[in-house]
């Protein structure tokens, strides 16, 4: 499922902006841009969790989409490699 929006490449963080927000390497992903907002909103509040909501729910999916892109180009290269997906 696309979003209207999946016709703009979605904004990513520069290096730059990643080093400077302290993200760790593995954090350095396509949703950065998601990320380096949501902790600074969780260490101005304290990091309650009813708090950040809006950005959390929003790095999630980014998350969430880029897992199921994932998914599906590995089942692309087993289709094409003619191997069948066992779970």
């Not at 696309?2 to 390497?25: F, H, N, Q, V």
């Not at 509040?45 to 950005?55: I, Q, R, T, V």
């Not at 892109?69 to 490699?81: F, G, I, N, Q, T």
Request: proline residues 6%; positive net charge.
């Amino acid at each position: 499922m696309t979003s209207p929006d999946a016709a703009e490449a979605p904004r990513r963080a520069t290096r730059e902006e990643m080093r400077e927000a302290k993200l760790p390497l593995a954090y350095r992903d396509s949703c950065a841009h998601l990320l380096i907002p949501l902790n600074k909103c969780r260490f101005d509040n304290y990091y309650l969790p009813w708090k950040c909501n809006d950005e959390r729910h929003s790095y999630e999916k980014c998350q969430y989409e880029e897992f199921q892109k994932r998914v599906a180009k590995m089942d692309e290269l087993r289709a094409a490699k003619g191997g069948a997906r066992t779970n």
